[in-house]
């Protein structure tokens, strides 16, 4: 299973935009996606996560202005963010825990990253 990263960019202060990941592989069953960020000298920090079932947690940095969905049938999970900060720029990436194989076993998979940078 592979995760694909995409949607980020240059956004002024106050914009929005929605990140997306994309899984793609064989016979695969995506459960949590989580959306991380980091900045250099900074740890990593989660800053959304969903579940198989559709439960979702967000840090409380983006609480109000994140919303992350995932769409089943494409294996996409999409995280959007409205008013933007500057302190929302970072390198975001996402996770996923997905079951394959036979027997079933839950495997764990990154995406690389894409950039998000606020500034005027």
């Known amino acids: 299973v592979q995760l694909q990263a995409s949607g980020g960019g240059l956004v002024h202060p106050g914009g929005s935009l929605r990140l997306s990941c994309a899984a793609s592989g064989r016979a695969f069953r995506l459960t949590t996606v989580t959306w991380y960020r980091q900045t250099a000298g900074k740890q990593r920090e989660l800053v959304a996560a969903?579940?198989?079932?559709?439960?979702?947690v967000y840090t409380d940095s983006v609480k109000g202005r994140a919303t992350i969905s995932r769409d089943t049938d494409k294996n996409t999970v999409y995280l959007e963010m409205n008013s933007l900060k500057q302190e929302d720029t970072a390198v975001y990436s996402c996770n996923a825990d997905f079951i394959a194989g036979i027997p079933p076993k839950v495997s764990t998979v990154w995406g690389q990253g894409t950039e998000v940078t606020v500034s005027s």
């Open positions: 969903i579940t198989k079932s559709g439960n979702t």
